[in-house]
């Protein structure tokens, strides 16, 4: 057996289960980490700029490519409280990241020693596992279960807590002997998948939903296949968004309250049965349950069994990873369509295509200041098939999702459930590690882009391009939105005179000088006609000098994106597309 010390046995693991890119910020009581990996020399270091940066890091680094895991490493007690919001983060939205944080020595943790914090409690409500360990002989075991167990089941994060003398202590390690541990995964039987697609079979109007979980399986391949050989339309959420193309006839449109099609809430209404894949059913995708569930039968895949009833108790619930499950869907159709058993869905097709066709909002506005919904047009003008978006949350994602397109599976990373500020900067660059040949975009509103903003120095440092576009209205835009049913518009004003700023009027912070000091470059728009040329200049400065480039758009100050409390009640703020000119890059034409 080999002997060195805990730590170096930990890192030479971390090599061993597939980890090659680490993110994070050294401090003193994780600089045995840091000094092993050094001596390990496999496993490279992109050095953030604030914890909670290096945790959404390693979240866009996982959700970038299948079997990912991003690793986010820190000292110990605020560096842990910092990396807080990425757990969260990754835990709603069943995304595997390992956070490896140093200690106070065991025999000062109790004493109020100086960063010294219980951050094994404070993790737990937002991990799969947060340990604490005390003995250097566990470590190698302890690591190794961190794996098993953010890939087994329902994906999700863990926190590894070392205390400083528990790094530094001797043991035995044989790295040779060493063998990661078979994940876990439930399978759907064959008496399962049969109930299930007789239901739907005997259904007039099936649907199906896709959510993140056939991403996460790495199952759209197979979702899309399984819709074709039924010939049934497919509803993606929001993080399922891809796993079939908009473009495909048998996208339905996306469900919901917010970042839905028109289209999509219509088809989904129409429909007297549903199969949902990998979802959780979240609330933006629903509304209420009564309007959602009214009038159709439901059948629910999911890999996490507490998720079957959680929202609403299903017709017939399967528990299943994604991948597996539709393996098994897929064959049994085939077998029954080469059986003739399956109905004809050509007619229920076309209704839901000639809906997708005919419910398109409008983009075409030539307002200055610009009006949102032109900046997505200009987007997808200009931004190809194999683009890969970036995006948290607020208005902008909101109309994103609404007039975006998608063409591919992990070409949309948002995060879904926690959606906190800040997260689009770091997640990018995190994207961007994870396959630097990809072409990503980012999207942010400007409260989004200033909370993390000094993540950009750490896409000049380690040449980690990639175009930002920020939407700047000056605006809590979401919020303030969401205030006209209190009768306010209180505490959601960003706007000030800039000082020295003048040209910007009251749009306040001045963006471009701030992505500029911070080793990026930066385009500015006033004017719609402006957007096009300066996106296509966006991707020449980025392939000359490799660093981020920021397109900002100066919006409108108020404008309400379509959005409502039901799926059968979204206001439509803004007038409708009535000609292919209206919406000249909608997925499907008017003329």
């Not at 970036?390 to 995060?415: E, M, P």
Request: glycine fraction near 8%; charged fraction near 20%; include cysteine.
């Amino acid at each position: 057996m080999a002997k060195m010390k805990a730590i170096e046995a930990a890192a030479k693991i971390l090599e061993l289960e597939g980890v090659n890119k680490a993110f994070g910020v050294p401090g003193a009581a994780i600089n045995p980490f840091y000094a092993a990996l050094k001596g390990l020399g496999s496993i490279d270091h992109v050095l953030a700029r604030h914890v909670e940066g290096a945790s959404h890091m390693a979240e866009g680094y996982t959700r970038a490519n299948a079997g990912n895991i991003g690793v986010c490493v820190g000292t110990s007690g605020p560096a842990g409280t910092d990396m807080i919001t990425g757990l969260y983060s990754a835990s709603a939205d069943s995304i595997p990241i390992l956070c490896i944080t140093g200690q106070a020595p065991r025999a000062r943790m109790h004493k109020e020693d100086f960063q010294a914090v219980d951050i094994e409690s404070i993790a737990k409500p937002v991990t799969k596992w947060a340990v604490t360990v005390l003995e250097p002989g566990q470590v190698p075991g302890v690591f190794q279960q961190a794996f098993h167990i953010m890939r087994s089941g329902r994906p999700g994060p863990v926190l590894i807590d070392l205390p400083f003398d528990v790094q530094m202590a001797e043991i035995e390690f044989d790295p040779e002997a060493y063998q990661p541990m078979t994940p876990y995964k439930p399978a759907a039987t064959r008496i399962q998948v049969e109930k299930a697609l007789t239901m739907l079979n005997d259904a007039d109007k099936p649907l199906l939903v896709s959510g993140g979980g056939v991403i996460n399986a790495d199952a759209a391949a197979l979702l899309t296949e399984f819709a074709e050989v039924l010939n049934v339309p497919v509803i993606p959420t929001l993080m399922g968004w891809g796993t079939i193309p908009d473009d495909h006839a048998l996208m339905a449109g996306m469900c919901g309250l917010q970042t839905s099609h028109r289209y999509g809430n219509a088809n989904l209404l129409a429909s007297d049965f549903v199969l949902g894949v990998g979802n959780r059913w979240a609330n933006r995708h629903t509304g209420s349950v009564d309007v959602y569930t009214k009038g159709r039968k439901f059948v629910h895949v999911d890999i996490e069994p507490t998720q079957i009833g959680r929202v609403f108790g299903p017709d017939l619930g399967i528990v299943s990873d994604a991948k597996v499950a539709l393996e098994l869907f897929v064959e049994v159709a085939k077998e029954w369509k080469a059986a003739g058993k399956l109905k004809d869905r050509s007619a229920w097709v076309a209704e839901c295509q000639e809906r997708k066709r005919t419910l398109q909002r409008k983009t075409h506005f030539d307002n200055t200041p610009v009006k949102p919904q032109r900046v997505y047009e200009e987007m997808n003008k200009v931004f190809g098939r194999d683009t890969t978006y970036v995006s948290t949350i607020g208005l902008s994602q909101i109309a994103a999702a609404q007039f975006l397109h998608v063409y591919k599976d992990r070409n949309w990373i948002n995060c879904g459930q926690a959606g906190p500020l800040g997260w689009t900067i770091p997640a990018a660059l995190g994207v961007c590690a994870a396959d630097p040949a990809r072409n990503v975009v980012a999207l942010s509103g400007d409260y989004d882009f200033q909370f993390m903003i000094e993540e950009l120095a750490v896409g000049a440092q380690f040449k980690l391009p990639y175009i930002h576009v920020l939407v700047n209205n000056s605006y809590l835009g979401l919020i303030r939105q969401s205030q006209r049913g209190f009768d306010m518009d209180y505490c959601v004003q960003l706007a000030f005179e800039n000082i020295n700023a003048p040209e910007l009027g009251e749009y306040g912070v001045d963006h471009k000088a701030v992505v500029e000091g911070l080793g990026c470059k930066a385009i500015r728009v006033f004017k719609p006609e402006d957007i096009a040329p300066a996106l296509e200049e966006a991707k020449k400065l980025m392939a000359e000098f490799s660093v981020p480039v920021v397109v900002e758009v100066i919006l409108e100050r108020v404008t309400n994106i379509s959005m409502g409390v039901e799926i059968d009640a979204v206001n439509e703020f803004e007038e409708l597309a009535e000609k292919g000119e209206d919406a000249p890059t909608a997925i499907s034409l008017l003329d």
